[in-house]
């Protein structure tokens, strides 16, 4: 998958690597108890995993997938930017987001990634409504995003099964993901910042995802996840045939937050002169599910994922005023503090 960045990052401010355990797919198909009691302890202690899809029959196609996706990237993000914008987002499900919308991970910087997104209703819309350059890749977004989709309903399957729930209360069921669910593939490409301006524009700030599970792929250095144990932030390595998952707020919230999710950001690897670039696909229940938030509140999942992304938008200093931005993770902090 890729050219493989195999090498470490430079060690800036002995930023250690992560030692994240790794959960064998064709185990969980198989329905392997032992694999999917790991998965349960993984998803209660860590959050935060690799999904080792090699022994998988799909694997080649799931890697073959993610190969079309990266250079389908490397064409569409290197256009001029007012070509790009002819496909802004007008939501926050379909459509291309400019660097410098949201916060960046230091205090008065804003972030340094475009993205694309590509949902499972914007796919099924009527070509019209669709941006061109999805329309010219049709099939292998949709054929994707059903792929991605299936990964993570079989760990919510097995995360279910694992936990002993009754029929009812199974996570799958809240994640139909038909037309009413927020459930997204995100394409994005972090432009290479050079250090004089990166006080201005750098990285992805820190956060929990607002979704049940995402699959990630990237072959580049760049992520770092907060360790549940030592509570620094840590390199997560890119591991050819992995995806990277993490269990994101709502499915915390659905499992009366037995289930953690873990806090993480994207900062610049130090001598790092390429673009970088990630696909993740973030599964979310349906818009009419609803759960207790980081607040205390009773709220449906649509609204969890709105109001979190208007919260991305403000400044660091309104985002410490609030849980949401690490979905309770870190406490609020009083303005003016
Ligand atoms: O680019 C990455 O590696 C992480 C992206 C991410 O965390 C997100 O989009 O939620
Ligand atoms: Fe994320």
Redesign the pocket.
């Known amino acids: 998958m890729g050219s493989f960045g195999t090498s470490l990052p430079g060690l800036a401010g002995n930023v250690p690597v992560a030692t994240l355990p790794t959960i064998n797919y064709r185990l969980l198909l198989n329905c392997d108890e032992a694999e999917m009691a790991k998965l349960l302890s993984v998803s209660i202690r860590e959050g935060f995993f690799y999904l080792d899809l090699e022994d998988e029959d799909v694997s080649q196609t799931t890697c073959g997938y993610i190969d079309q996706i990266y250079n389908f990237m490397r064409t569409w993000f290197n256009q001029d930017l007012e070509i790009k914008l002819q496909d802004l987002q007008s939501n926050y499900t379909d459509g291309y987001k400019a660097t410098g919308f949201f916060a960046g991970p230091y205090d008065g910087t804003r972030d340094a990634y475009e993205s694309l997104k590509v949902s499972h209703k914007g796919i099924k819309a009527p070509e019209a409504s669709v941006p061109a350059a999805i329309q010219s890749e049709r099939a292998l977004f949709e054929a994707y995003l059903t792929r991605a989709n299936s990964i993570a309903r079989q760990l919510l399957s097995a995360l279910s099964t694992a936990s002993g729930l009754p029929p009812a209360e199974r996570f799958e069921n809240f994640h139909q993901t038909s037309e009413d669910s927020n459930s997204v593939l995100v394409l994005l490409r972090y432009p290479y910042v050079p250090p004089a301006e990166q006080s201005k524009t750098v990285g ?1 700030n820190k ?3 607002i979704g049940s599970i ?1 699959v ?1 792929f990237t072959d580049q250095w760049g992520l770092q996840v907060m360790a549940a144990d030592s509570q620094q932030w840590q390199w997560v390595a890119p591991r050819r045939n992995c995806a990277i998952i ?1 269990v ?1 707020d709502s499915l915390r919230f659905l499992s009366q937050k037995k289930l953690k999710s873990c806090l ?1 950001r994207v900062v610049p690897v130090d001598g790092q002169t390429s673009d970088r670039y990630t696909i ?1 696909y ?1 599964l979310r229940p349906d818009n009419r599910v609803s759960f207790i938030d980081s607040n205390g509140a009773h709220v449906t999942a649509q609204h969890w994922h709105d109001v979190k992304y208007e919260v991305f938008r403000a400044t660091q200093e309104e985002q410490r005023r609030d849980t949401i931005l690490t979905g309770g993770l870190e406490p609020a902090v009083a303005s003016g503090v």
């Open positions: 992805h956060h929990t995802d995402t990630l993490n994101g993480h993740a973030f």
